[in-house]
């Protein structure tokens, strides 16, 4: 016997090959460098900030800090039944949707099993289907000339299950493409995926989607049994920090995933903040419309600098830069506007910019300018 576990050995098959989640930046380091002067663009949050009355719902929450939450979360999973016209039985509350799509592959795929998701889809997908132990199968995406550059193709994806697939993640619109599908080419590939595959629908942005033809993948949930909608708290409702998401399936489905959830895996403040947010329906809408008049504005001045623009449906643009991406990325940083790397998505060309208050944006584009103008390299 060695004097000490061998704890990297012992890790189970699919946690051996996994690096630990790369924050990116130190921001808390970077913020104290920075004197407070620091423009976030890297992490998609939504600078407008949470409903007053979420904030004071939460303040009030603290007082009962020394008793455990909810552990049911009853209040807020009948005010979520009422806004989305499911049971509450069909609701599974997470500590952010994140520890959620990790556990749709614990739970439902493992060694021998097979997990689809699309290339340039989010990074938590692959992550999942890892640390679950499954073979993780990545389909391709359309091109880069198609009409929607990148973004999932749902053919291939249909094309990529075999007898083996367990479990399929997709999101719409997808980060950190911003692209997105509309509601019959939605239907069209789930008549094509088996009804004994759990589709998992990542919505984490849908507030901010303005396009017709798109539909919430919540409106198919009556007519397919096999599909997980999973939305957040952390991006139109700004309240990433209290960490707070859910899932809307069936039933069923809901309790067999109940049986891993840490009983509080969803704190006193955090339920109540969502519950006020919810039915402060103003707020949401007035940082949303900012956010989507916004969108097009700094669109418009990115591509007017010669900047190929991706289109997008969520709170943030992803866009290339060319070779010179890396360079403008650290002198945008030692100016203190961060934005987020796209190497580790297989996109080293390419910055995704999370779309800010007007003043944020304006920070941006002002110091873009000299960070493009000194060259590459
Ligand atoms: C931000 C984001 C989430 C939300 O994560 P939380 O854990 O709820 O904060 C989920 N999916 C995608 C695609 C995201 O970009």
């Not at 290339?119 to 389909?139: D, S, T």
């Not at 998505?345 to 999370?354: A, E, F, N, Q, S």
Request: charged share 20%.
């Amino acid at each position: 016997m060695s004097e000490t576990p061998d704890f990297a050995a012992y890790a189970q098959p699919g946690i051996r090959g996994l690096r630990a989640y790369d924050p990116g930046h130190d921001l808390v380091a970077l913020r104290r460098e920075a004197k407070g002067a620091l423009t976030e663009l890297g992490s998609n949050e939504n600078s407008h900030g949470p409903s007053p009355l979420a904030l004071q719902a939460a303040r009030n929450a603290l007082d009962d800090a020394f008793r455990y939450p909810d552990p049911l979360g009853g209040d807020l999973k009948r005010a979520l039944a009422e806004r989305h016209g499911v049971a509450s039985s069909q609701i599974l509350l997470g500590n952010g949707s994140h520890e959620l799509l990790m556990q749709f592959a614990q739970v439902f795929a493992g060694e021998g099993d097979e997990v689809v998701a699309s290339r340039f889809g989010f990074a938590v997908y692959a992550l999942a289907a890892q640390a679950a132990g499954a073979r993780l199968v990545l389909a391709e995406a359309f091109s880069r000339d198609a009409a929607m550059p990148l973004g999932h193709d749902l053919d291939a994806l249909a094309a990529a299950i075999t007898e083996r697939t367990r479990l399929l993640y997709l999101a719409n619109p997808n980060n950190p493409t911003g692209t997105w599908f509309d509601a019959d080419a939605f239907a069209r590939f789930m008549r094509r995926v088996p009804a004994g595959i759990i589709v998992v629908v990542d919505e984490a942005y849908a507030e901010y989607v303005d396009a017709p033809g798109w539909r919430s993948a919540i409106d198919a949930l009556p007519s397919h049994r096999n599909l997980i909608v999973t939305r957040t708290f952390s991006k139109a409702h700004a309240l990433a920090g209290l960490r707070i998401g859910y899932a809307l399936g069936d039933a069923e489905a809901i309790a067999v995933m109940e049986r891993v959830r840490e009983s509080f895996n969803v704190n006193g403040p955090a339920l109540a903040a969502a519950a006020a947010s919810l039915a402060d329906d103003a707020h949401l809408e007035a940082g949303v419309r900012a956010t989507r008049r916004d969108r097009e504005a700094l669109a418009q001045a990115l591509q007017s600098r010669g900047l190929h623009v991706w289109p997008s449906q969520t709170n943030f643009l992803l866009v290339e830069f060319g070779p010179a991406t890396a360079g403008i990325e650290r002198r945008l940083l030692e100016e203190g506007v961060v934005l987020r790397p796209m190497g580790g998505y297989g996109l080293p060309d390419c910055l995704r910019i999370t779309v800010g208050r007007a003043d944020e944006n304006a920070r941006l584009l002002a110091a873009l300018d000299p960070a493009m103008g000194q060259g590459h390299d």
